[in-house]
């Protein structure tokens, strides 16, 4: 049996009067791959902003393993394993990409200030082997040759890249990709098919939300989907069932006569 | 003559170079101008003197210094604590952090003269002579010391920016504070950091400048325009452009006093400045210091 690793009951949040996400449940078990899809405006990326706490949600509950985050900060709930990418690749400008991933695992690091200024061996060691998983990462996704270089000179594909890289590195619980294919070109589309395999390989335990307009991308890879639209779940199955949803199709396609 | 003004003027750059990096680092990371440094450099350097007296027997330098960053990071922290905390709880915009800078500045130099009224201080002196030669050359002790210091402070500031995982959580701090909560990175923690570096760099540094002038209230307030003079021409947020600036600045200021007179050399230096800010806003390290929330 699986288990459940990220459960949301109710979510909701309104900027105004607007609700932006209504009463959003759903579950994801343990090496599950689970798509959220629908138009733009319908709430998809607030789901994130809340379960990530960017957002203060208004009513409803999250859980992580059976413990309840509703309360935790942003911070917290990054330290206890839920990672994530952003729609336009928030990457750390003035940081290669060998230290934008290895900004994600300050919080792994085990020696003080104190221990630094000293030079004792906890500082070589800690920073050695942040170095290794990082290179490790970048090595998964094919990154290891631009480890050096500023990602503001790489191209957009492989900027998308090694954010997956910054939010796995950690080694997280639930991974949340928002619109990974957004503005890849068809090869870029397939190489990123394959490392989400890759990762779906190395990482088995590993659950992964994705956000996605890309329907190849959402219909191969995903086990389960949830259709949404302004804030509300009007669709949820696997794959083949939620293509010939006529709801779904309604709100993509838009009123046909 | 020229090398014994080439290394008083690096030395003093290097004085300049702490303070501008004390203010570029709390500008990294806060996005704002902390002026309040200049009142607690002078306060240090009350410090220093103070514990540099209290003993019968002159303590060692190094003594002096370190007990003076101890008391410049408690103040710092004090500062952050009074002025700037509630601030940062209700996101103010930048211009109140500005107005409470300038205004504990101004509040540690009038305690200052309160108590010490504006009369001038000097340190004891702590070296039997005030020069020595290496071959036939002269040396000033003190400016040598103050180098020697001053460059040690940077050199342990560099690699704890650039070597260690505090540094590296700093400079993601500086460039996104959000995206690097998000990264787990505790980012009241990288605040506390900046202020007690900041602090550091205050209590050596007031120490420093009063081993070479005399001590008065207004003391830390005119060093610091000098390091905000460099952090800007460094570029704003840029350490090792605040250091190259502020090391060119000492040596330019030393030979200006040599060759004009110290009357007319800060009329020149702000002259410099006033030119880079209309020619090059963005500094010599070339990059346009942004202001996120």
């Known amino acids: 049996m699986s288990r459940c690793i990220l459960k949301t009951e109710g979510i909701r949040k309104n900027f105004g009067g607007v609700v932006a996400v209504k009463d959003f449940s759903f579950e994801i078990d343990e090496g599950q791959i689970i798509a959220i899809i629908g138009p733009n405006?319908?709430?998809?990326?607030?789901?994130?902003?809340?379960?990530?706490?960017?957002?203060?949600?208004?009513?409803?509950?999250?859980?992580?393993?059976?413990?309840?985050i509703t309360k935790k900060s942003q911070i917290e709930v990054a330290r206890m394993g839920i990672s994530r990418t952003f729609q336009n690749a928030r990457l750390f400008t003035g940081l290669s990409v060998l230290d934008n991933v290895r900004v994600a695992l300050d919080?792994?690091?085990?020696?003080?200030?104190?221990?630094?200024?000293?030079?004792?061996?906890?500082?070589w060691k800690t920073e050695r082997e942040t170095t290794r998983r990082a290179m490790d990462c970048l090595e998964l996704l094919n990154l290891d040759r631009y480890a050096g270089q500023r990602p503001a000179n790489l191209p957009y594909g492989i900027q998308r890249r090694v954010e997956i890289a910054r939010a796995l590195v950690s080694n997280p619980k639930v991974l949340m990709l928002d619109e990974p294919a957004a503005g890849l070109n068809p090869e870029e589309l397939f190489q990123?098919?394959?490392?989400?395999?890759?990762?779906?390989?190395?990482?088995?335990?590993?659950?992964?939300?994705?956000?996605?307009?890309?329907?190849?991308?959402?219909?191969?890879?995903?086990?389960?989907?949830?259709?949404?639209?302004?804030?509300?779940?009007?669709?949820?199955?696997?794959?083949?069932?939620?293509?010939?949803?006529?709801?779904?199709?309604?709100?993509?396609?838009?009123?046909e006569e | 003559m020229s090398l014994q003004l080439l290394i008083s003027g690096i030395s003093l750059g290097s004085v300049y170079a702490l303070i501008a990096v004390g203010f570029a680092i709390v500008f990294s990371v806060l996005k704002f101008s902390n002026f309040a440094h200049g009142g607690m450099i002078s306060a240090c350097a009350y410090i220093g003197y103070y514990f540099q007296r209290s003993f019968p027997s002159t303590p060692p330098i190094y003594v002096t210094i370190l007990f003076s960053a101890l008391c410049g990071v408690a103040l710092s922290f004090l500062v952050d604590?009074?002025?700037?905390?509630?601030?940062?709880?209700?996101?103010?915009?930048?211009?109140?952090?500005?107005?409470?800078?300038?205004?504990?500045?101004?509040?540690?130099?009038?305690?200052?003269?309160?108590?010490?009224?504006?009369?001038?201080?000097?340190?004891?002196?702590?070296?039997?002579?005030?020069?020595f030669f290496i071959g036939s050359i002269r040396f000033s002790t003190i400016d040598t010391l103050i180098l020697l210091v001053s460059l040690a402070m940077l050199a342990v500031l560099?690699?704890?920016?650039?070597?260690?995982?505090?540094?590296?959580?700093?400079?993601?701090?500086?460039?996104?504070?959000?995206?690097?909560?998000?990264?787990g990175i505790n980012s009241g923690f990288i605040i506390v950091a900046v202020f007690a570096i900041a602090g550091v760099l205050a209590g050596v540094s007031g120490v420093l400048l009063g081993l070479k002038y005399s001590i008065y209230p207004t003391l830390g307030s005119q060093m610091m325009l000098k390091g905000f003079i460099a952090s800007v021409i460094g570029g704003l947020g840029?350490?090792?452009?605040?250091?190259?600036?502020?090391?060119?600045?000492?040596?330019?200021?030393?030979?200006?006093?040599?060759?004009?007179?110290?009357?007319?050399t800060p009329i020149i230096l702000f002259g410099v400045m006033l030119v880079f800010l209309a020619v090059r806003p963005e500094g010599i390290a070339g990059r346009f210091a942004k202001d996120k929330v």
């Not at chain 1, 203060?56 to 999250?62: P, T, V």
């Not at chain 2, 920016?161 to 995206?179: E, P």
Request: charged content about 15%.
């Open chain 1, 107 to 123: 919080f792994a690091g085990k020696y003080s200030l104190i221990e630094a200024m000293l030079l004792l061996p906890r500082r």
């Open chain 1, 192 to 255: 990123l098919m394959d490392f989400l395999r890759e990762i779906r390989a190395k990482y088995p335990q590993l659950a992964m939300l994705i956000i996605e307009h890309r329907m190849d991308l959402v219909m191969s890879i995903s086990d389960y989907i949830y259709v949404q639209d302004f804030g509300e779940t009007i669709a949820q199955g696997v794959a083949c069932e939620i293509q010939n949803d006529p709801l779904v199709l309604k709100a993509y396609l838009g009123e």
């Open chain 1, 41 to 68: 405006g319908a709430g998809k990326t607030t789901i994130f902003n809340l379960v990530s706490k960017i957002y203060e949600l208004d009513a409803g509950k999250i859980s992580l393993c059976g413990a309840d």
């Open chain 2, 238 to 264: 840029s350490l090792s452009g605040a250091i190259a600036a502020a090391i060119i600045l000492g040596v330019v200021e030393i030979f200006l006093t040599y060759y004009l007179g110290s009357l007319s």
């Open chain 2, 81 to 131: 604590f009074i002025a700037y905390r509630r601030l940062r709880a209700k996101q103010a915009p930048n211009i109140y952090y500005f107005l409470a800078s300038i205004t504990v500045s101004i509040a540690i130099v009038q305690i200052l003269s309160v108590f010490y009224g504006n009369n001038l201080y000097a340190y004891p002196a702590i070296f039997e002579s005030t020069t």
């Open chain 2, 158 to 183: 560099i690699y704890l920016i650039d070597k260690t995982r505090v540094g590296l959580a700093i400079r993601a701090v500086a460039i996104n504070a959000q995206t690097s909560k998000l990264m």
